[in-house]
């Protein structure tokens, strides 16, 4: 991540708009540290196991909607239990733990990562990338840790309340 990039979240967390600002700018971070065509961000209920899309780039195909049950595979151990990030290189490595892989196909994206956010031992969400087959190389995915202080300053952010920064917490 370059000073730029950073100087550009850093000012988007600072505008109105949030959290959506922080999740675009977030988006425009994680495209220039590891690349991405189709990004997501999601909570994560640990307690119920559900999770909730509060961010797509590509809206008509994965809208921002209410919540859905964990993804109980070997992805949700990885991710959730062992909170390590989760990669698949492959539309067959995709298809063995997301059940609408041929719509990700679809889009030109048969590599993924999923970036587990912890907070205090939870994992809160995750930033989900995926581009072409490949794409997320050993490199890409060592420089996507970046991505979790950010994410979790955005994941924060929206829990003290949408638009009413005034609540949100300084630790």
């Not at 990338?129 to 994941?155: D, I, Q, S, W």
Request: charged letters at 15%; a negative charge; hydrophobic letters at 45%.
């Amino acid at each position: 991540m370059t000073t730029t990039d950073y100087t550009a979240f850093v000012a988007a967390l600072a505008g109105e708009g949030q959290p959506m600002a922080a999740y675009a700018a977030l988006e425009a971070l994680t495209q220039a540290l590891v690349g991405v065509k189709l990004f997501t961000i999601m909570t994560s209920d640990t307690t119920t196991r559900v999770a909730e899309r509060v961010y797509s780039n590509m809206p008509e195909q994965y809208p921002v909607s209410g919540t859905k049950p964990y993804n109980e595979t070997h992805w949700s151990d990885i991710t959730l239990t062992q909170q390590k990030t989760f990669v698949a290189n492959t539309i067959e490595e995709i298809a063995a733990v997301f059940g609408d892989y041929e719509l990700i196909d679809s889009l030109g994206c048969q590599s993924v990562i999923n970036v587990p956010i912890v907070v205090g031992g939870t994992v809160i969400g995750t930033i989900n990338c995926l581009h072409e087959a490949g794409f997320y190389t050993p490199e890409r995915v060592a420089a996507a840790a970046a991505l979790k202080l950010p994410g979790a300053v955005c994941m924060l952010l929206a829990a003290g309340g949408n638009d009413d920064t005034e609540n949100v917490a300084v630790v």
